[in-house]
């Protein structure tokens, strides 16, 4: 029995698709995995249609290598159920894959928290000084007393407070 270490160093020609690493790993991949459905489709798109067989390139063979992954997947698409020891392998890379997105409009989503805010301690509004009256409370009215001083009257904004709640 061959162990997976000796058949990885056996993969001399990394451009050809068609070597004996590639042969052996996709005889192994096609005994533990459904082939027969995987074919092009326009509704059922090639990375979904190979998630399966990626998850058990990665989990069991563990194979990470990107390359050595695509290669794989793309002579399963080429070929299908075929017995990847004794068959004619499809290598054709005059092949184009796109990958399209189809996108809706996002729905916004909205979410409430309560967190006290810092300026208001989780009133809702705050006391600032009136701007009307710089925080006296009092406005000239525009008429003089006895003496000649301004009469000071209730300012209409802060109502006499001299402060005025801001949300």
């Not at 070597?19 to 979904?48: E, G, M, Q, W």
């Not at 909205?110 to 509004?125: A, F, K, L, P």
Request: net charge negative; hydrophobic share 30%.
């Amino acid at each position: 029995m061959l162990k997976l270490t000796t058949i990885l160093k056996e993969d001399y020609l990394p451009s050809l698709l068609d070597n004996p690493t590639n042969r052996r790993l996709l005889n192994i991949i096609a005994k533990n995995n459904d082939l027969s459905n995987i074919h092009y489709n326009k509704s059922n798109p090639f990375v979904r249609q190979m998630r399966g067989v990626k998850r058990f390139i990665k989990d069991t063979l563990y194979i990470e290598d990107a390359a050595k992954i695509g290669q794989l997947l793309w002579i399963i698409f080429l070929n299908g159920d075929i017995d990847y020891l004794k068959d004619d392998l499809d290598i054709s890379t005059d092949f184009q894959v796109y990958e399209i997105y189809y996108y809706t409009d996002m729905e916004e989503e909205q979410e409430e928290r309560e967190i006290d805010c810092s300026e208001c301690d989780g009133y809702g509004q705050q006391q600032d000084e009136c701007s009307m009256c710089q925080g006296t409370g009092e406005e000239e009215s525009g008429e003089e007393d006895e003496e000649g001083d301004p009469i000071m009257e209730p300012c209409p904004d802060c109502e006499g407070t001299g402060e005025v709640s801001n949300d």
